[in-house]
């Protein structure tokens, strides 16, 4: 099922979610045209969520926060008793410092950091002469703490080279339906092959164009998702049904 609703319309209404694999939009984007090379960028930063269009990725910080605060406690109440979230985020600047994920997402008492997977992109947009380039991202590995947690099923899901805390992964170079920033393919397989049995019931509750939703299916399980944008939210819709 994908609905083109808000994350958490999508995550109140569920119950009983095996997997919770997303990754929200980073607040790192721009109101401002600019010009960065030979590039030019329309309203929005290309290197915001969803690039030019549609989101105003650029909101005053603790409103971002306390949204994705609010984001992950319902994550929390759609997980089953042993569900888990992967939540992929990265640290970002801002004002002359750095902003790490654990700032909100240790807040969220409903949830217990369980593992952190360093995700090694391999390279970056964001360049500064005056600091080392940001090339990875992290994959927040939480259940319920009320929960369990299922190491069962990591055990022979992923090859040697993934079965450490540093994964190399490219970025995905196909843009569907002109997405600024979709998942790769592999990492997303990673996940729900590390995560779930055939059967379960996946979740991403920041869709994009639907890889999280296209991994699910190829490895048998039921998926639900939410995207806010209509245009992407029928590319996720297209993508998954041909998986399937």
Not at 69 to 97: F, I, Q, T, W
Not at 129 to 137: I, M, N
Not at 161 to 170: A, G, Q, T, Y
Request: aromatic content about 8%.
């Amino acid at each position: 099922m994908i609905s083109n609703m808000d994350a958490i319309s999508l995550l109140r209404g569920l119950s009983g979610v095996d997997l919770i694999f997303t990754s929200p939009p980073y607040n790192i984007g721009s109101k401002s045209p600019r010009m960065d090379g030979q590039r030019k960028h329309g309203k929005f930063d290309a290197k915001s969520y969803q690039g030019i269009v549609g989101y105003e990725d650029n909101l005053e910080e603790g409103i971002y926060q306390r949204r994705q605060v609010e984001v992950l406690r319902a994550m929390a109440g759609a997980l089953s008793d042993d569900g888990v979230v992967v939540y992929n985020h990265k640290p970002r600047r801002r004002d002359g410092a750095m902003i790490h994920p654990m700032t909100w997402v240790g807040k969220v008492r409903e949830l217990t950091l369980m593992e952190e997977i360093i995700w090694d992109r391999g390279s970056t947009h964001n360049h500064s002469k005056g600091l080392f380039w940001p090339t990875t991202e992290r994959l927040y590995v939480l259940r319920r703490t009320d929960g369990r947690y299922r190491l069962d099923h990591k055990s022979n899901s992923l090859g040697n080279s993934f079965k450490k805390d540093l994964w190399r992964i490219p970025l995905s170079n196909k843009p569907h339906g002109g997405h600024a920033c979709p998942y790769s393919e592999l990492l997303a397989e990673n996940v729900v092959r590390a995560f779930t049995k055939p059967g379960d019931l996946v979740c991403d509750p920041y869709l994009g164009s639907g890889t999280t939703g296209v991994a699910a299916r190829r490895n048998g399980c039921r998926f639900v998702g939410a995207e806010i944008d209509s245009h992407f939210c029928n590319v996720a819709e297209q993508r998954i049904r041909e998986a399937a």
